[in-house]
């Protein structure tokens, strides 16, 4: 299969910024754009197999076919998506000492 495309919402969006924001301040540049390389990569792989990751059991109805899958590199970073007609919706990419069960809040 070939791959699709990706969209990464507003929430996502926000997601990466903090978390290379964080990466600046407590690891380097390179550590950071190695990051940001890896979410783009890991979206565009999952958009072309959509059904890759995990499903989640979320009792939100908008929710229903959540999936997760972690970023390439970055175990404790993981990608929330929603697999779409032509690729994938990624919905937050958030590190795994998050409380997950308040994200979807």
């Known amino acids: 299969m070939n791959a699709g495309k990706y969209e990464l919402l507003a929430q996502a969006k926000i ?3 903090e ?3 964080y990466l600046i301040e407590n690891a380097s540049d390179r550590v950071m754009l190695r990051f940001i ?5 890991t979206a565009s792989l999952l958009s072309g ?3 890759a990751g995990t499903k989640c059991l979320v009792g939100k109805k908008e929710l229903a ?3 997760r ?4 590199g ?8 929603l697999p779409a007609e032509s690729g994938i919706v990624v919905l937050r990419i958030v590190h795994s000492r998050r409380d997950l069960s308040r994200i979807w809040d």
């Open 69 to 72: 899958f972690p970023v390439k």
């Open 74 to 81: 970055f175990r404790n970073i993981t990608i929330f998506y």
């Open 49 to 51: 197999f959509p059904s």
């Open 19 to 21: 978390r290379s924001s």
């Open 15 to 17: 997601d990466l910024s």
């Open 65 to 67: 076919g959540l999936r």
């Open 37 to 41: 390389r890896s979410v783009f990569s």
